[in-house]
Structures are given as C-alpha cells and as structure tokens.
C-alpha cells in the first residue's frame, strides 16, 4: 500500500512480515496494521552498548509516521458550533480513545452522526491541551465545553508512547504516568459498556493466544520462547523468529518501526544471546493466509495472497485480496475464543496448510480499511458501524442514565 491515509499490513503466509502476513515459508504471525499516513523510510536499529544488533533490528528497513492531524468529523462539527447546544442535559455519547490517525475510527464518527449518535474521542497524540473532566461520582465528563454520559467505550491504537512528550524529562515521564493511570481506568470503568474490554484485551499476549487457539481445537505452529533462538528448532527444520512483544515499537512519538518476523538463519545466527526473549517458531509451507474479522456474531473473511514477503510493503497493489467463506466449524471455533476472550470485534489471522487452519495470532485493535479497499468490499465496516449503533441503543434504552 503506498503511503496513504489508512492502515498498513505486512501479510505473509510463511516468513516475515510485519503486519497480517505470511512470508514464503514463514509460520504464523500478523501484526496489527499500520494506523495513520503512511511513509516508508529506511531505519537502521543501532546495537546495545557494543553488543550485536538483535535479530529483530537487523535489515528491518520501513518506519511510519503518524502525523497528529485531527479528522474526525464529528469534533470539526462540534468545535465549530454546528450543532444545536442542547438543553444542558449530558448528552450519551460512544467514547472512543485513540490516536488521531485511527482511520476506522474516524470513518466510525461519521456512520454514528448518520444515526444521530454522538461520538466523541481523546486521542493520545493530541491530549497535552484537551479540556477534560472525569466525574467519578456520576458516569460523566466535561469534554472540551460538552458534558457527556458515555454509554459505550472504545479503547484502540491508545499508545502511550505516542504522547508527544520526551519520557525520559521529569515531565515527560509524569505525564505518561498520569494518562497511562487515568485511560486504563477509562478503559476499565464498570458503570459503562466497553468493547473488547481492556481487563482482558491488554493482557492477551500473543504466547496466552496460542495456548487457548490450540485448548479450542486450533492447530498452531511449535513454538519456543528463547534468548538464544539459534539454538532451539521447533519441530527439528526450517523456523520463523518473531517478536515476543509488539509488532510496532514506537521510540519517538509519530515514528513506529515495524518488526517482521523473519527466517531463522543458523548459519547466520552467532551464539550470542539475544538481549530479550523472541518466539520461534517451525516454520510451515502455507498455501494462502485468511484473515477472518469477527464483529458480534457476524464473521467476514478475506484470503490474501502475494509473491513475495516484502510485497506488501514494497509493491502492495500486486497483493491480492478477495472475499472469502470459511467452514462453519472454524466459524464456530473462533466465536468461542472471541467469547471466551470477551472481544466483540476483532481479527483473525491464520494460514492454509494443507487443507487445514493454522491459527497466527488474534488482533485486538483490527484495522480493516485496507483489506476492504483491495477487495472492493465494505462489509467490515458496515458490520462494525451496525453492530456499535445497535449496542449503544440498546445500552442506552435499558439505562438512560447510564
């Protein structure tokens, strides 16, 4: 995908990549997509005090930034005093935090202002200035100069390390501290619904999503967790090293480097130990990659299929995507996880091996504007937007004052 508005994935279905991917002979993994304005740039990561760039580092040549530009329309609205004021009554709202260039979401106020649902959102790169109150008696806050009931919260791309701050100054470091307490209770408040809880949804490492897929009746790939991957092979041949952690790391606010998985090299690999954890994995010839999007009780899936791992970075409109179905077994094993996960939208990544799934990794903060656009479908979203609109009346009709 060229540099663009929009989410960047890296798909592969059998080596490295760096976001839903699978790269020639490469196991599972697909990270969440690229949120924001996209531009790639080459990154060189530096070596440890003299120690071996880690394997991860090595040759992992694109950044993105993400430029703290606000698009969503409702606040353009709102702040120009488009709208009627109202009688002064807290008006329910769907509560969104993100970061500015969280397309999904910006597309999401607007579906929602269709509907005469009010959204409103913090977003983690533009928060220094906002004006805002949490009442911690009563389910309410003081947005700006709007007095808002929040009867639906959404937490999603809401990284605190693209607070436009410098953590390691005094300041910085308190003002990471105080949003990372305030938005994790907001994330976490009881007295409103939230989707994909972050109770649950913060802890879901992708080392928990393997054990459950597998206790669900998914096959996943072996995998070892190891300082020292030239050294463990699972299942004995070729294999796949990853990141244990995130698939984006972001060292200064706007700039996120992507770590791909990649082939494990043992003729490349020194005995020096890694200066933290990485997964290794077998690595298995996959025929194709799915990615399934799970939005209530719907399930929408798309194949994706390249030539190449770099693909879709280097030249992403040769990739294919195209709608697909998949098996009502798989379908009823993956709403059992999400359940059991307590996610109500999220993604799926998995390769086609032989005719059988093998289970990637889950994405929590699922981006599906890309895999939309190169499909030329917008099921994802119209499901997504229905299904938010829908919970919100509900939520809002059982309690008003909620």
Known sequence: MSARWGQRENLSSSGPDASPGVTPGVGPDIPDRQI??????????????GRPTPLLLQGQDYRFRTPPTCLDFQEHVYRRGMVDE??????PCVLVLARSADMEMNELSI?????????????????LDLGLTIHTDTPLIELDRWLLRP??????????AALPVDPRTLVGSYTVDQWRAVADW????????????????????????????????????????????????????????????????????????????RPLETSRTSDNPEPAPVIVQEYLPAETEIRVFLIGEECIA???????????????????VRRVDVTPVLVQRLHALARHWRLQVAAVDLMVVQGEYVFLEVNVNCDWQWFEHRAGT????????????????????ADPRR
């Open 111 to 127: 579906a929602l202002a269709e509907r005469g649902i009010r959204m409103a959102r913090i977003d983690v790169d533009r928060c």
């Open 151 to 160: 009867v639906l919260v959404w937490r999603r791309h809401f990284e605190l």
């Open 378 to 397: 917008t099921e994802v979203s119209d499901a997504v937007h229905d299904w938010v609109a829908t919970r919100f009346t509900e939520l809002n009709r």
């Open 186 to 261: 907001l994330s976490s408040r009881s007295d409103w619904a939230h989707v994909n809880p972050a109770r649950t949804s913060l802890h879901l490492d992708r080392l928990t999503q393997l054990a459950d897929a597998r206790a669900f009746g998914l096959r996943i790939p072996r995998t070892a967790v190891t300082t020292r991957p030239g050294r463990n092979r699972p299942g004995g041949g070729r294999c796949i090293v990853k990141s244990s952690g995130r698939h984006l790391l972001e060292p200064r606010p706007g700039l996120q480097h992507g770590l791909f998985p």
């Open 36 to 49: 924001g304005a996209l531009h790639t740039e080459p990154a060189v990561g530096a070596p440890l005090d």
């Open 86 to 91: 109202g009688d002064g009554e807290p008006e």
């Open 302 to 320: 798309y194949q994706v299929d390249k030539l190449d791992p770099a693909q879709l970075w280097s030249d992403p409109d040769a990739v294919l």
